[in-house]
């Protein structure tokens, strides 16, 4: 990492770099299975976010988005110890929600959405998934974003979620709205 003194005389543009750099290289490492080191450089880039003082200057929050995506992705295949109320995690798709709804891009937010949504789906709190899958649904337009979700997150894990809340109807003994569901999907994405 860098020292305190480092980070506090960064400016926005350099630390705008210094997070890009990050970013790059945690995907880098998690394209070449090579996913420990994806995780560090992941949350390095969080770490220096949270510690450097220029970050309030920084206008395109978008920026470390895909943190919270490699750092998502990372928990989902174990790459991240965490508690068995999966605080971690929790914390983590609150913050990418907060961050992603304050930027105001549907796009982000929408990945933002699926990631929560998910995650609560994993957890069997499927009050909260459902309520995160609505925020979604009521934000989510395909013709309109898959491009630009998959140009960012390398997939469009918010039409993805479509079909997972699927399971979560099947688990609840709703078949009536898993079919609904699953028309939707076929239909529409």
Known sequence: ??????????????LECVIKVHVALGKELASVHKGAGSVVAY???????????SARYIRDRSLVFPIFSGLFLALKFGQIEQDEECIYE???????????????DPVHYTRALAMQAEMYGRLQDFPAAFEAFEQ??????????TASICK????????????ISVLWNIQQGDMFAAKE?????????
């Open 136 to 145: 979604l649904k009521r934000n989510y337009d395909a013709e309109k974003l």
């Open 43 to 53: 949350q390095n880039a969080l770490q220096i976010m949270q510690a450097a003082p």
């Open 1 to 14: 990492g860098f020292s305190s003194q480092v980070l506090l005389s960064m400016n926005r543009s350099d």
């Open 90 to 104: 929790q914390n983590l798709a609150r913050r990418f929600v907060t961050e992603t709804k304050l930027h105001g």
């Open 181 to 189: 569901t699953c028309d939707y999907v076929f239909e529409h994405l």
């Open 152 to 163: 960012a997150y390398g997939s469009d894990r918010s039409a993805q979620c479509f079909s």
